[in-house]
Every structure is written in structure tokens, then in C-alpha cells.
């Protein structure tokens, strides 16, 4: 149990970045979504990996040199699917409403996330009945989740003249591709080892490995931002008045995601062999809660029905139970 806490505070950490990490655009006025979000993916997907890599690897191009082709290029097929599940996120949510669309996309995220890499990974070491337990925790998840994203609906406009089904298979394909991503951090894991080969602490080595899995993001996420600049006639916004401070705080965006996802990868390994695939729900089920208590916060829910209060705190609850659950079941295996 001691070496657990430490891990799940990692994670815990990871949480709360990955699901804060949109409230600086609270504050960014004048500015379309592209404007700020071509920043973000600049900042979060190529700038800040890399930085962190050369602080904390100098040796990193090396640890490159020593991995095999065949993993190389697993990591990129996943960092591309990753990348095309970040562009099909905003699609899914446009066409099916943020409470519902948020519920599938990382429902399915948090479930294909966690259970592949248990199911198929040699070192996962997962009985039978382990995995019959995760698989009740994260059906208590989803339904955590599933009650603070319904319990946003007051929030939303009736008027839609999209097809109800054509979004939930955008929502659902999302989220299978978002999946990719803890599915790329498994896969990739021969890079972590080089770099530990070459006296990278461990807590540290998975920074070699973010550098490789998001130049897919930055490109996917910066060419369709683009697309939306150029056809949309919004890349004039840059010369505003308050453009610096729109930059800096997109750039915050990226760089709160980054260490969101570093954090993460520390965290998952400390976490021992199954610290990847449960440290996986534990942290989607962290993000969920902070996002949705920066909401609170930030007055976004003022407004909201007493009925709708309430059944965001009982989605926190169960949101909170299946993050003890899973700790549970990981201490058991640690």
C-alpha cells in the first residue's frame, strides 16, 4: 500500500490537469475555436513533449536509435488514430450535444483504454477474476459518468436537426480512437525500457515516448484548425487587440495538457504492472471530477435545477467509488 499512494497521487495529479486544462479558454475573448486551438495543439503536441524530453533525456535521440522499427511505427499508427479521435471528439459533441456526447466518447474511451491492454498484454498479469472486477468498476464509471454528463442537459438547446444515430457513431468512433492513446503509452513500452537501459529513472523514461506519440496529434488537430482558419476567414483574429494575452493562455492550455499526460505516464508505471490499464480509468474517472468541479466553481452550474445539482453529486459519488475500487484491485496486484 505505500508504494500505491504515491502512484495513485500521481495519477490523481494527472487528473486534475487533463481535466482542467480547457478552463483558460474561459477567458480567451474574440477569438474563434481555431484561433486558440491551433495554439494549444502547437504547444501541447510539439513544443512542450520535446522540451520535456531534452530536460529530462538529453541522451533521447539515442534511446530512438536502439528501439526496433516495428515499434516505432506501431507508436505512430496509434499516435495517428489518437490524433483523428481528438478531431472526431469535437464533431461528436457538435452533433450530439456536450452532456450526451461526452458520456459515450469517454465511456468507450475509458472502457477499450483499460480492458485491451489488460486482455492482451503479456505483463498484465490479469486472472479471470481480476478482470471480472474491473469490468463491474467500470461499469460503476460509466455510470458515474453517464449521471454528471446527463446532468448537464438543462444546459443545453432543443433545436438540432442532426441525425441522433450519425452522432453516436462519430461519438462511439471517438472514443474508440481516443483509446489509442494508452493503447500507443502500452505498445510503446520498448522505448521506456531503453530509456531506463540507458539510466533514465524510471518515473522519467516515458517522456521519450510522448515526443513520438503526439506529432500525429499536432498534425491532425493543426491541419484541421488550419482548414477551419482558412475557410471560416478567422486567421485575422491574431492582429486583434488582446491577442498576446488569447496566446499565452491557449499556450497554458497546452502546456496544463502536457503535464497532464507526463504526470500520467509516471504515475501508470509506479502503479506497477496493471498501472496502465486501471491507472487509465482512474485517471478519466479523476478528469471527470475536476472538470465537472471547475464547472461548479466557475458558475457554471448557478443556474442549474436542484434536481440536476443533485444528480451531478450523486455522479461524483459514483465516480469516486469506482476510483476506490480500481486502487483496490490494483494494491492487490501491486
Known amino acids: 500500500m505505500e508504494s500505491l499512494l504515491p502512484g495513485l497521487a500521481v495519477v490523481f495529479a494527472a487528473g486534475f490537469f487533463q481535466g482542467s486544462f480547457m478552463a483558460p479558454s474561459k477567458w480567451i475573448r474574440n477569438w474563434a475555436w481555431e484561433n486558440y486551438w491551433l495554439i494549444f495543439a502547437a504547444t501541447a503536441y510539439l513544443i512542450s513533449p520535446w522540451i520535456l524530453a531534452f530536460v529530462t533525456i538529453p541522451q533521447v535521440f539515442e534511446v530512438y536509435a536502439r528501439c526496433s522499427a516495428q515499434v516505432l511505427w506501431v507508436i505512430a499508427v496509434f499516435g495517428t488514430l489518437w490524433g483523428l479521435g481528438a478531431v472526431t471528439f469535437g464533431l461528436g459533441v457538435d452533433a450530439l450535444g456536450i452532456a450526451l456526447g461526452f458520456a459515450v466518447i469517454l465511456g468507450v474511451a475509458t472502457v477499450g483504454g483499460t480492458l485491451i491492454p489488460m486482455l492482451i498484454l503479456p505483463n498484465a498479469q490479469a486472472s ?103 475557410r471560416n476567414g478567422t486567421i485575422g483574429n491574431y492582429r486583434l487587440p488582446g491577442a498576446s494575452a488569447s496566446t499565452a493562455k491557449a499556450a497554458l492550455m497546452g502546456a496544463m495538457w502536457m503535464a497532464g499526460m507526463a504526470l500520467y505516464g509516471a504515475g501508470a508505471r509506479m502503479l506497477g504492472p496493471l498501472g496502465p490499464s486501471l491507472g487509465w480509468a482512474i485517471l478519466m474517472s479523476a478528469m471527470v471530477i475536476v472538470a465537472n468541479l471547475i464547472g461548479l466553481g466557475t458558475g457554471e452550474w448557478n443556474q442549474a435545477p436542484p434536481a440536476a445539482r443533485r444528480q451531478l453529486v450523486g455522479g461524483l459519488a459514483l465516480l469516486l467509488a469506482a476510483i476506490v475500487i480500481l486502487g483496490i484491485l490494483n494494491g492487490s496486484k501491486a
Open 128 to 230: 479471470g477474476s481480476l478482470i471480472v472486477l474491473t469490468m463491474a468498476a467500470l461499469l460503476i464509471m460509466l455510470a458515474g459518468v453517464t449521471v454528471c454528463s446527463l446532468a448537464g442537459r438543462w444546459k443545453e438547446t432543443s433545436s438540432t436537426g442532426r441525425s441522433y444515430a450519425r452522432g453516436v457513431a462519430i461519438c462511439v468512433a471517438s472514443g474508440v480512437l481516443s483509446a489509442c492513446g494508452n493503447l500507443g503509452f502500452n505498445y510503446g513500452a520498448e522505448v521506456t525500457q531503453r530509456a531506463q537501459e540507458l539510466g533514465v529513472p524510471s518515473h522519467l523514461a516515458a517522456n521519450a515516448l510522448w515526443t513520438l506519440l503526439t506529432l500525429p496529434l499536432f498534425a491532425w488537430n493543426a491541419g484541421y484548425a488550419g482548414m477551419l482558419l482558412k
